[in-house]
């Protein structure tokens, strides 16, 4: 049988990256994340990154064309195996094309996640987030024993995402009320939960779990 299809939604820094690649590894689904995606093409200096990189660092969306063009590629990639999309949908344009390309192969989202998180949570969290620069791994700087300690994965080297300085955060948070909050909305009728993104990181997947039951 084919696996699930699941939306997980929720502002920048709400965790849903982290708490998609558990889901994905726990369900055996494919975990999409157009944030990773998008970066990779940054740098790798693709047409796609090179077109996206400034909309990215100011902290505002990437148009909706480029964003449909990719998601459709991805989906292909993907055929049947269950998916969970992280980063997308984010406008309701978004959301109405996914529905039609996913009608189109008589397919459906089977849940639709919001991982619900303060905003003041958010930016406390998002100036202390490190990155590894190779996996991809996220760490928090607070438990680090120092700031510029390796991936403990595999040995990256730790950065901070340049969309992740206070004021763009700020920015984001913005961007995310005006144009994403819509989306949720959109899904409410469709079998959206919600579940609460504050506390262990292993309580939240064991709630996630729980819900997507
Ligand atoms: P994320 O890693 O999901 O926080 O995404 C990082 C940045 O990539 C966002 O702030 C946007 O600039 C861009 N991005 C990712 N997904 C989308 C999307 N579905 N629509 C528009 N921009 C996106």
């Keep these: 049988m084919a696996g699930k299809h699941i939306v997980i939604l929720g502002p920048p820094g709400s965790g849903k990256g982290t ?53 459709a590629e991805k989906l292909a990639e993907i055929g049947d195996s269950g998916w969970i999309l992280d980063g997308y949908p984010r406008t309701l344009p978004q959301a109405e094309a996914l529905g039609g390309m996913l009608a189109e192969q008589d397919m459906r989202i089977d849940h639709v996640l919001l991982i619900d998180v303060d905003s003041e949570v958010i930016v406390k969290r998002l100036s202390e987030r490190r990155v590894c620069s190779k996996c991809k791994a996220v760490y928090s700087l607070s438990t680090l024993e120092s700031p510029d300690e390796a991936c403990r994965k595999c040995g990256g080297e730790l950065v901070k995402r340049p969309d992740d300085e206070e004021d763009t955060v700020r920015r984001r948070l913005k961007v995310y009320e005006e144009q994403t909050a819509p989306v949720v909305d959109y899904y409410r009728n469709g079998g959206l939960v919600t579940v609460k993104g504050a506390g262990g990181i292993d309580k939240i997947t064991a709630e996630i779990l729980r819900v997507l039951q």
């Design 19 to 71: 708490q998609a690649v558990r889901i994905a590894e726990k369900l055996d689904l494919r975990h999409i994340s157009t944030g990773d995606v998008l970066r990779d093409a940054v740098n790798r200096e693709t047409k796609l990154g090179l077109e996206a990189s400034d909309y990215m660092n100011r902290g505002l969306l990437v148009p909706d064309e480029l964003m449909l063009g990719l998601i």
